[in-house]
């Protein structure tokens, strides 16, 4: 299956106009010989084999993604091809991404915890070549080249090709597969350095999944710009985040306000353990005012709020110097060339180099992107003096923890079950986590439904398993709009009430 770039062409766009910087971006592999890697997850005790090692200097790194390279084309993969895997977060993670930029290859990975019916769903989209399905996948594609490791440079890659697809939940449930280029990455990274003032001493703690654009931007092109260090983590513990950031001088953070929150309300909270942290960079809902001032004297260091997508990856955050109001009250500002405007309806319309080149879908493409290359992003907005402030959504996506949950997915699966008639979802308000799945159910007269039926429904159909509700409401009916509709606002009301 052949990706390609299908957006609009920005047609007024400076960065466009012939010898603009945005032309001279290399490949992905080329534009810095990084990061240096710790892998947060093992013991400095354990035996270094060619990809897991508690500590991989840049140099090592590059050397081990050669030797990954190598094995992605004997197991013949060429230039274009997709590359799809399902691997938690580890230092191997980063160097899969780099090994099929090397070779000119296209990164497509899962998230570690996608249940089968989306892994399904997402690799129908791309067509790969090769599925690595966990460690022990990507060890052997390992062994198969240690005899001919592919340098750097060695393949001629084209910086306007694809380099990425990521899959994302979007409003309806089946994944959007989110095309990237070279450039469009690349410019990203750069830009972000900038923005943040990110330099060599730094060191990023990364638990965010790097199948997420957020973990692949900040945990692996960011800091290969910069010449930091990424610490990588598998699986989140607030406790063994405190004690990464104390051990490894964590001086920058990124994620949604459930990482920050469960850190500072852990047990072992001290703010002598995290006075290397300088910068959190944090999205998502519920990054309210009261949680960046709270967060902010907790850890003693500057909380940013930023704004961005799959699509387009943080288009809008603070700046040093900026006013303290606006950087806590707002999503913050442009970053970079990047355009905003709003739209039909409040709708937030951007465009700018960082934009994907649109979806695996062309429908898809058609659907998300105007005749001028404008990207609709599905979010309401306002836009004061440059001032970008996200104030809702088009459609009804519950956001967990930083996870993109169609409400209409978990609906269906809902509504699939004998016992139940009709279901609507909504997002519960939570402190920890921005919003949980509340369900509201009508089942059937005599039947039996609740908390623990749905969530063994959702296991069994292999629903990845934070979509499942959790709070199940019967009731007898549905509040309705004038025209006939579930009434989703008052429900998100009740939902919130606890009633």
């Known amino acids: 299956m052949s990706l390609r770039p299908t957006r609009p062409a920005a047609k007024a766009a400076e960065y466009l106009r012939p010898g603009a910087a945005w032309h001279d971006l290399p490949p992905l592999d080329l534009l810095a010989d990084g990061p240096a890697l710790v892998d947060g997850t093992i013991a400095a005790t354990t035996p270094s084999t060619t990809l897991r090692a508690h500590r991989l200097t ?153 199948a997420h654009v957020s973990g692949l931007l900040n945990g692996l092109l960011v800091p290969a710009v910069a010449g930091m260090t990424t610490v990588t983590m598998s699986t989140w513990d607030p406790g063994r985040a405190l004690s990464l950031v104390e051990s490894e001088r964590v001086s920058f953070m990124v994620g949604p306000q459930t990482f920050f929150i469960g850190m500072r309300d852990d047990a072992g909270f001290d703010p002598a353990r995290v006075a290397s942290l300088r910068l959190l960079s944090c999205g998502g809902a519920g990054v309210t005012p009261a949680f960046v001032e709270s967060t902010a004297a907790a850890f003693d260091c500057t909380v940013k709020r930023t704004y961005g997508s799959t699509e387009a990856p943080t288009v809008t955050t603070s700046y040093q110097g900026d006013p303290m109001a606006r950087a806590r009250d707002t999503d913050g500002r442009a970053t970079g060339a990047v355009e905003l405007q709003i739209g039909d309806g409040g709708e937030l319309w951007l465009r700018g180099p960082e934009v994907c080149q649109g979806y695996a879908s062309d429908q898809d493409t058609r659907s998300r992107f105007t005749d001028y290359g404008w990207l609709r992003t599905g979010d309401l907005a306002t836009l004061e003096d440059g001032w970008l402030t996200i104030t809702g959504r088009l459609n009804d996506v519950i956001i967990r923890g930083g996870e993109n949950i169609a409400a209409g997915e978990v609906e269906a699966v809902l509504e699939a079950h004998p016992a139940v008639q009709q279901a609507v979802a909504v997002g519960r308000p939570d402190d920890r986590l921005g919003e949980r799945v509340c369900a509201f159910v009508v089942i059937t007269p005599g039947a ?33 709009l004038p025209a006939g509709k579930p009434d989703r606002a008052r429900l998100r009301d009740l939902a919130s009430s606890g009633r």
């Open 58 to 210: 840049a140099g090592a790194a590059s050397a081990a993604t050669g030797v990954l390279a190598a094995g992605l084309l004997d197991a013949g993969v060429r230039p274009g091809d997709v590359v799809t895997w399902r691997v938690p977060n580890e230092p191997s993670v980063v160097l899969l991404y780099r090994a099929c930029w090397r070779i000119g290859a296209v990164a497509a990975p899962v998230h570690h915890r996608a249940g089968a019916a989306e892994v399904d769903a997402a690799l129908a989209q791309v067509g790969p070549v090769v599925f690595l399905d966990g460690a022990a996948d990507v060890g052997r594609i390992a062994a198969a080249g240690q005899g001919s490791p592919v340098p750097r440079g060695a393949i001629d890659v084209d910086p306007s090709s694809v380099a990425v697809v990521q899959f994302t939940a979007g409003s309806t449930g089946r994944p959007k597969a989110v095309i990237h280029t070279h450039r469009t990455l690349g410019y990203k990274a750069r830009s972000m350095v900038r923005v943040h003032g990110l330099g060599s001493s730094d060191v990023v703690l990364m638990p965010a999944p790097m």
């Open 448 to 480: 039996s439904f609740g908390l623990d039926e749905a969530r063994a429904w959702f296991e069994a159909r292999g629903v990845t398993r934070f979509k499942w509700p959790e709070r199940i409401e019967v009731v007898p009916d549905f509040p309705l």
